[in-house]
Every structure is written in C-alpha cells, then in structure tokens.
T-cell receptor
C-alpha cells in the first residue's frame, strides 16, 4: 500500500516565523488532506488538496501530484499554531486514509 | 452546522469488560469511518461504512472488535473482552461521499485498566 512520509518530525520556531512542512507519498492518490491536531487532540481539517494550490488566511498548501508531494506553508506563526500537523492520503484502490507520522510544531512566544 | 460527535468523551474500564463507543456523523454524510490513535502516532484505520454496510473492515485488529451502522447514520464500535492494549483514542470521521474530505469528531479516550 501507499507510504506517507512527513518532514521534519519536529519544528521549533519563534512567533512570527514562517514554516514549510512537507508530505511525500509513494503512489498516486485521489485524496490528500492536511490536519492540525491541537493540544486537546481534536483533528481540524486544514485543506482537502489532491492537487493544486489553496490558501486560507496565513496557511496555504500545494500538492504536486505528478511528483508525489505536498507542502503546507504557515506564515507569521502564532502560539496557537502549535500542535501536530498530519498529512493523510487516500489511494485509488480504497477509501481509508493513510497517515504520515506528523510534524510536531512548537511556536514559542 | 453540527460536526461529528462522539460519546463518551472518556471511558475507563477494566480488563475483560465490554465497551460501546458511539459516533454521530454530520447530517447527510453517507460515509463513516473509525480510526484509533495511540500516543505519539498518527491515526490507524479500523473500518468504514458506506450507508449501512461495512465496506472495508480490514483494519479491525481481531474479532473482539465489531462495528455497526444499522440505519445508515449513527455508528457504534463494540469491543469485547477488552485488553490493556486496546487503550487509545478512538476517532470517528464522516464524509459526504467516499470521494470527499473526511471530518473528524473529538474522539473517545478509552483506558483499559
């Protein structure tokens, strides 16, 4: 089955900094989602982005399906951005999401 | 509108007991999924439903785990003879169709003593 790898595993930044999180996947996908898991454990949908570019406020994401990667950009980081960011993909042959191990982001004030 | 809801939010039980975890999907969503997440890891797929039928239960770890969705809306995950290794956060998600974004509930934290 498909493999999903995220990098970096951990990231510590000062408030106001920008960051780029990467997700590589091993096969073609028909769904890719980015999630933020907050310190209380809630998974929050950020983007549904099997291809192309989307922006939502300080966050944007780009998926290049032909090269099998996706990037999540966070600009002007705030302490509330802290948490774990997950990339999850769905391959053509089934409908379950396959998850990366996540990037743990800590934003220091 | 209302999101996915799960009850209870926390469940503590003793080894060997039976537990039921409930999921209420977003109204109108035909697909429903169960995952579980252990500390420090990403979610792990268990089962998904399209309507009332379990379309893929390949992620259920063994026959102590069972899930139903009798009317195509609410789903219940049932665990028999619980073991300490079953302790995890059980997450439910729903999507409008099998090909659209999945939205997650807050999870049920299960602790087996």
């Amino acid at each position: 089955g498909i493999q999903v790898e995220q990098s970096p595993p951990d990231l510590i930044l000062q408030e106001g900094a920008n960051s780029t999180l990467r997700c590589n996947f091993s096969d073609s996908v028909n769904n890719l989602q980015w999630f933020h898991q907050n310190p209380w454990g809630q998974l929050i949908n950020l983007f549904y982005i099997p291809s192309g570019t989307k922006q939502n406020g300080r966050l944007s994401a780009t998926t290049v399906a032909t090269e099998r990667y996706s990037l999540l950009y966070i600009s002007s980081s705030q302490t509330t951005d802290s948490g774990v960011y997950f990339c999850a993909c769905r391959e053509d042959s089934n409908y379950q999401l396959i998850w990366g191990a996540g990037t743990k982001l800590i934003i220091k004030p | 509108g209302a999101g996915v809801s799960q009850t209870p939010s926390n469940k503590v039980t003793e080894k060997g007991k039976y537990v039921e975890l409930r999921c209420d999907p977003i109204s109108g969503h035909t697909a429903l999924y169960w995952y579980r997440q252990s500390l420090g890891q990403g979610p792990e797929f268990l089962i998904y439903f399209q309507g009332t039928g379990a379309a893929d239960d390949s992620g259920l770890p063994n026959d102590r785990f069972f899930a139903v969705r009798p009317e195509g809306s609410v789903s219940t995950l049932k665990i028999q003879r619980t073991e300490r290794g079953d302790s995890a956060v059980y997450l439910c998600a729903s999507s409008l169709t099998l090909r659209t974004a999945q939205y997650f509930g807050p999870g049920t934290r299960l602790t087996v003593l």
